[in-house]
């Protein structure tokens, strides 16, 4: 199947600092979209990217859908507590009903007071 | 609340046992799917059903079944539980690009 590589699998950062984590793919996407997990919930979404080349901000969070669509970042900016959690980010092809998902395999986010 | 709802939170099997895991989503979406999710590999979907009446396998199907009993509910069977079937277990729905996840069940098979 195919593959999303998630770097890095897990970071320790002072409240304040900037954070920034990546997905490569071998394969290509059409869309990528980025989770945060609380401890005990499921993921839920924070963004949707739908080009190649878009940058998309939400808040203190932004991400890119990179120019090959087979990679993508999220960078998240002067961090807070409650960003702790763990990160992941998904492609999905649109062809097919199902529209499935294919996850990264995480990154575990933990922020220092 | 609106969302999609598991049960159980928890579980323990024994090997050989078996169980259904419940779902059930009420904002009416087409599509659901089953995912594990295991330390270090993300989510890997077990099944999912584009819609109601249809069910067709993901990338880890071997020793479950799934049954989509109507649009709101999509269920997933150990029939013989393993321990390698330890895992937290996902239910999501889906409209358009929006996937909605559960709060999982954490299933553990001694």
């Known amino acids: 199947g195919q593959q999303l590589n998630q770097s890095p699998q897990s970071m320790f950062i002072q409240e304040g600092e900037d954070v920034s984590m990546n997905c490569t793919s071998s394969s290509i996407f059409n869309t990528w979209l980025w989770y945060k997990q609380d401890p005990g919930e499921g993921p839920v979404l924070l963004i949707a990217?739908?080009?190649?080349?878009e940058l998309t901000s939400n808040g203190r969070l932004t991400a890119q859908f990179g120019i090959t669509r087979k990679d993508s970042f999220l960078n998240i900016s002067a961090s807070i507590p409650s960003d702790v959690g763990i990160y992941f980010c998904?492609?999905?092809?649109?062809?097919?009903?199902?529209?499935?998902?294919?996850f990264g395999s995480g990154t575990q986010l933990t922020v220092l007071p | 609340n609106a969302g999609v709802t598991q049960t159980p939170k928890f579980q323990v099997l024994k090997t050989g046992q078996s169980m259904t895991l419940q779902c059930a989503q009420d904002m009416n979406h087409n599509s659901m799917y089953w995912y594990r999710q295991d330390p270090g590999m993300g989510l890997r979907l077990i099944y999912y059903?584009?819609?109601?009446?249809?069910?067709d396998k993901g990338e880890v199907p071997n020793g479950y079944n799934v049954s989509r009993l109507n649009k709101r509910e999509f269920s997933l069977r150990l029939e013989s539980a393993a321990p390698s079937q330890t895992s937290v277990y996902f239910c999501a729905s889906r409209r358009v690009i929006d996937y909605t996840f559960g709060s999982g069940t954490r299933l553990t098979v001694v």
């Open positions: 059903s584009a819609s109601e009446g249809t069910t």
């Open positions: 990217l739908y080009k190649a080349g």
């Open positions: 998904a492609g999905q092809l649109s062809s097919g009903s199902a529209r499935q998902l294919t």
